[in-house]
């Protein structure tokens, strides 16, 4: 009796995993991208990597290789600094005819780009190094234009570099550039300070 039990036990197990298998022998082949809404796959249920160039279509794969053709980002496209130059100014006395006078004590010194239409990207100023310069402290060195008949900066007006010195301690000469872009308009941001 005991054996007929186990022998009835294990052609149960046998069938229920045949049916089992068989159902999921069925199962994959029920669901199919006609079953999938469209747009219901979102790129988060794609791991990364899961999808190669050869899964693309050949429009997307040919519009992929004329954006590399055309140098866009590839090995022809433009250099990274195409479009930038830089302007320098120099300030200062004849040091060999008066070396002890600076003629930059509190003054703005600035440096334009070459057309208004230009963006300051960046600049700067040299007082050591030169013929006769000396350190000298620097109060404030920012993108902008100079407004010489209320002498503060233009409103709105990023084609140039401004540098002024503290009269405490100035340069008798300096150099000021600017590093200038053309053909680019650059956001501006303001970031609060807590």
Same mark, same amino acid.
């Given at each position: ?12 197990? %046998? ?50 290789? !004329? ?47 070459? #057309? ?9 100023? !040299?007082?050591?190094?030169? #013929? ?9 060195? @920012? ?21 002024? @010195? ?22 501006? @941001?303001? %970031?609060? %300070?807590?």
């Amino acid at each position: 009796m005991k054996f007929r039990n186990v022998a009835l036990a294990s052609t149960a197990a %046998v069938i229920a995993a045949l049916a089992i298998g068989t159902g999921t022998a069925q199962a994959s082949g029920l669901l199919s991208s006609h079953d999938i809404e469209d747009n219901g796959v979102r790129s988060i249920d794609i791991h990364d990597g899961g999808v190669h160039h050869r899964d693309l279509s050949r429009g997307v794969q040919a519009k992929i290789a !004329q954006h590399a053709k055309d140098g866009v980002d590839g090995k022809d496209g433009k250099d990274g600094i195409a479009g930038l130059y830089y302007v320098t100014a120099t300030y200062g006395t004849d040091v060999a005819n008066n070396p002890n006078v600076s003629v930059n004590e509190g003054a703005i010194a600035t440096v334009a780009c070459k #057309d208004p239409a230009d963006h300051a990207v960046a600049g700067g100023v !040299q007082t050591l190094g030169i #013929d006769g310069g000396r350190a000298a402290a620097v109060a404030s060195s @920012f993108p902008g234009r100079m407004d010489w008949d209320t002498n503060t900066p233009k409103a709105n007006r990023f084609d140039g570099w401004i540098v002024q @010195f503290d009269a405490r301690q100035a340069p008798v000469k300096a150099n000021i550039w600017v590093t200038c872009a053309t053909g680019t308009t650059i956001p501006q @941001f303001e %970031v609060p %300070v807590s």
